[in-house]
């Protein structure tokens, strides 16, 4: 499984963001739990405002039960003189906005202090059968909200349950405006609060806020659906579409329920406040903490980026410097990579030093496609590259350019063994012939083989060559000198088939012919003298007349003249012959068979474009006078035949002053003799 890589900022913020994380996590757990807190605490507040205020309504509607029930007993009321009740009531509500009425429990009203005394009284709704119920039990009742005499007036009463002069019962109650309610209830209520007080009917008794507006209209439906039981809190949304949280308490006296509401938004502004501030913090410790991420993953990017160079150093072999850092595990890494660079170049100036004395070339690979090589001395050396080893040894370079065959044929670099060694196969001793970009070719017995980690992958190559130039060249050499030796041998007893043919037919005795035979086999033999000392390259054209001369007759009576010319083997013999036939007629016949005669040798040079020709002339003066003779001897025939088979010519001039021989012959423009006319040419 491969990892995904991140840099060391990444895993530096990571470890911030897991140091913080659980932080932030914990301080969201404290604002929840501190919200809770507020929020039960706002609960509580709520339920405990409604209890205060509906025990100030409930003391005020204690009140009023105390002033009914003390009217009831005026002896006026016990005696049935409703007119004089009627006074005392006047008096008791005097300056007040209040109303005495006394009913029964059906429709009728028997006093009512906002009508005269004696006037029509108008019917009033009965009284339900659970209020009678409520009356029966508790004697006393507080009313719903209901509407009064004025339009907007609207009231409550606290009415109790009186005897009748008959002994029927009656009810007196007393009516004040739901204001008063209100009033009497402001001072409970918190600020920024809203308290309700409903009636039975979930009408709204008074309110703290919009009293004048809501107050005996009902609530909203879904407010009065959550007041169950006897207290309790709850959110809702109120006429103005707010959310409310609500706490609410039913009275059991008077079974008004009475609310306190506050708006959610200041329940949770504190929440929201703690919120912020705790992001506010976050934020501001979470940008600390990315800034400081990124200077210590600055320092720390730094420092990998030096080991990573110091790494890529010791895999190219250079040195390692030390690495200076505040980070004790990057010093220690770096300290391990000099020590390991140390101890590889310890081991590498081993290696360096047996691969430098062993005369063989040695490459190494680790690149797949074998371009890029590492060469010991003597290869460099082989491959006509610089052989400082402190440059070139463990520094991988691009192999050069060369052309390798093998067996005769061309190989591709893909099947060369190094490259063969990459794929795994293995070579051993097999020749090749390369040649280099200079031009020189070189003969390398090659073994290769692959390099494997302890898995046994390749991970790279070797190859060892010996060279075997020199001893190819010396192998050819050996087949050229024995093919050479043959066509000498071949040639040489034809030439002295030859000879000893043409002297036999031509001598007139057996003493004559050994003669004749003896000193031309001397003056072949003496050819193939200076021959020999050339290793059968050739010879100087000066030295084999002087060769030619030296055992006839003294080198003054000549007179030679002629830049120095290297003659092929070939060419050198056959002009060994004519020398000597030249030499021993002049004796025999011409200038040299007097005392005064001698005889001159001249020759030029002429080079063409793709040979050279030589031109000689042995001209003899001083000796008796020669004439033309009618039959050609042998000398004569093989003076004219010994360069038909070398393109020249051999021409005969019988003049009175003396023989004059005209030699032309052309020389091949090899290497050999060009070098040699070369060296000869510098050494005039």
């Known amino acids: 499984m491969v990892l995904p890589l991140r840099s060391v900022r990444s895993h530096l913020l990571g470890l911030i963001a897991a140091a913080v994380v659980p932080v932030w996590l914990f301080a969201a757990y404290l604002l929840v739990q501190y919200a809770q807190q507020e929020r039960y605490r706002f609960e509580q507040d709520a339920l405990q405002t409604a209890r205060q205020v509906s025990l100030v309504v409930e003391g005020e509607l204690a009140n009023l039960q105390t002033i009914v029930d003390g009217l009831s007993k005026s002896a006026a009321l016990a005696n049935g003189n409703l007119q004089a009740f009627h006074g005392e009531a006047l008096n008791l509500i005097q300056g007040k906005d209040q109303v005495i009425v006394l009913r029964d429990l059906g429709r009728n009203q028997l006093l009512n202090t906002e009508i005269g005394y004696g006037s029509d009284l108008p019917p009033v709704a009965p009284i339900a059968a659970a209020d009678r119920e409520k009356i029966k039990a508790g004697g006393f009742f507080v009313s719903d909200v209901f509407a009064g005499k004025a339009s907007k007036d609207r009231r409550i009463a606290m009415s109790i349950r009186v005897p009748a002069p008959r002994g029927e019962a009656l009810l007196l109650s007393i009516s004040v405006p739901t204001a008063r309610?209100?009033?009497?209830?402001?001072?409970?209520?918190?600020?920024?609060?809203?308290?309700?007080?409903?009636?039975?009917?979930?009408?709204?008794?008074?309110?703290?806020?919009?009293?004048?507006?809501?107050?005996?209209?009902?609530?909203?439906?879904?407010?009065?659906?959550?007041?169950?039981?006897?207290?309790?809190?709850?959110?809702?949304?109120?006429?103005?579409?707010?959310?409310?949280?609500?706490?609410?308490?039913?009275?059991?006296?008077?079974?008004?329920?009475?609310?306190?509401?506050?708006?959610?938004?200041?329940?949770?502004?504190?929440?929201?406040?703690?919120?912020?501030?705790?992001?506010?913090?976050?934020?501001?410790?979470?940008?600390?903490?990315?800034?400081?991420?990124?200077?210590?993953?600055?320092?720390?990017?730094?420092?990998?980026?030096?080991?990573?160079?110091?790494?890529?150093?010791?895999?190219?072999?250079?040195?390692?410097?030390?690495?200076?850092?505040?980070?004790?595990?990057?010093?220690?890494?770096?300290?391990?990579?000099?020590?390991?660079?140390?101890?590889?170049?310890?081991?590498?100036?081993?290696?360096?030093?047996?691969?430098?004395?062993?005369?063989?070339?040695?490459?190494?690979?680790?690149?797949?496609?074998?371009?890029?090589?590492?060469?010991?001395?003597?290869?460099?050396?082989?491959?006509?590259?610089?052989?400082?080893?402190?440059?070139?040894?463990?520094?991988?370079?691009?192999?050069?350019?060369?052309?390798?065959?093998?067996?005769?044929?061309?190989?591709?670099?893909?099947?060369?063994?190094?490259?063969?060694?990459?794929?795994?196969?293995?070579?051993?001793?097999?020749?090749?012939?390369?040649?280099?970009?200079?031009?020189?070719?070189?003969?390398?017995?090659?073994?290769?083989?692959?390099?494997?980690?302890?898995?046994?992958?390749?991970?790279?190559?070797?190859q060892i060559s010996l060279d075997i130039t020199d001893r190819k060249r010396s192998e050819e050499h050996r087949r050229l000198l024995a093919n050479e030796l043959n066509h000498r041998v071949k040639n040489t007893l034809a030439v002295?088939?030859?000879?000893?043919?043409?002297?036999?037919?031509?001598?007139?005795?057996?003493?004559?012919?050994?003669?004749?035979?003896?000193?031309?086999?001397?003056?072949?033999?003496?050819?193939?003298?200076?021959?020999?000392?050339?290793?059968?390259?050739?010879?100087?054209?000066?030295?084999?007349?002087?060769?030619?001369?030296?055992?006839?007759?003294?080198?003054?009576?000549?007179?030679i003249r002629g830049e120095r010319v290297w003659l092929p083997p070939n060419i050198a013999l056959s002009a060994a012959l004519v020398f000597h036939e030249l030499m021993t007629n002049a004796i025999k016949y011409g200038a040299l068979s007097t005392a005064m005669g001698k005889v001159s040798i001249r020759w030029t040079l002429v080079n063409h474009k793709h040979s050279r020709r030589l031109e000689l002339q042995w001209r003899e003066v001083g000796g008796p006078v020669v004439e033309p003779v009618d039959r050609k001897g042998f000398g004569t025939q093989l003076l004219e035949r010994v360069f038909a088979s070398e393109a020249g010519r051999v021409s005969l001039r019988f003049e009175n002053s003396g023989l004059v021989c005209d030699l032309r012959v052309t020389l091949p423009h090899d290497g050999i003799a060009a070098d040699k006319n070369e060296a000869l040419s510098r050494q005039l």
């Not at 100087?540 to 006839?552: C, Q």
């Open 181 to 462: 309610i209100r009033n009497v209830m402001m001072p409970a209520v918190p600020e920024g609060w809203t308290v309700g007080i409903g009636d039975r009917d979930g009408n709204y008794v008074a309110r703290s806020r919009l009293d004048e507006e809501m107050s005996g209209k009902p609530g909203r439906a879904e407010y009065l659906e959550k007041i169950v039981g006897r207290s309790g809190s709850f959110t809702s949304r109120n006429f103005e579409g707010m959310t409310l949280l609500a706490g609410y308490y039913r009275s059991p006296h008077s079974d008004w329920f009475y609310t306190a509401d506050v708006p959610l938004s200041q329940v949770q502004a504190p929440l929201w406040r703690s919120l912020a501030a705790i992001c506010a913090m976050g934020l501001l410790s979470l940008l600390v903490s990315v800034a400081l991420g990124y200077i210590v993953g600055k320092h720390f990017t730094g420092a990998t980026a030096d080991l990573a160079a110091r790494a890529e150093a010791l895999g190219h072999g250079r040195r390692v410097e030390p690495l200076s850092t505040s980070v004790t595990e990057f010093a220690t890494i770096a300290r391990a990579m000099v020590d390991a660079e140390r101890a590889i170049a310890e081991r590498r100036y081993e290696l360096e030093a047996v691969l430098e004395t062993v005369p063989a070339a040695v490459w190494f690979t680790y690149d797949p496609k074998a371009l890029q090589v590492i060469r010991n001395r003597f290869a460099a050396e082989l491959m006509g590259l610089p052989t400082d080893a402190s440059d070139s040894f463990g520094r991988p370079e691009r192999v050069i350019n060369t052309v390798a065959v093998r067996n005769g044929h061309a190989v591709s670099r893909e099947d060369r063994p190094l490259s063969r060694a990459m794929r795994g196969e293995l070579t051993d001793h097999e020749e090749f012939a390369y040649t280099l970009p200079s031009g020189v070719e070189r003969f390398l017995l090659t073994s290769a083989r692959p390099i494997r980690n302890p898995a046994g992958s390749i991970i790279g190559a070797v």
């Open 496 to 559: 002295v088939q030859s000879i000893a043919g043409q002297t036999m037919r031509n001598a007139t005795s057996l003493s004559e012919a050994r003669q004749m035979l003896s000193s031309r086999l001397v003056s072949l033999a003496k050819a193939h003298d200076l021959l020999t000392q050339q290793n059968w390259s050739g010879a100087d054209l000066g030295d084999l007349i002087a060769a030619s001369i030296k055992p006839h007759a003294s080198i003054e009576r000549f007179q």
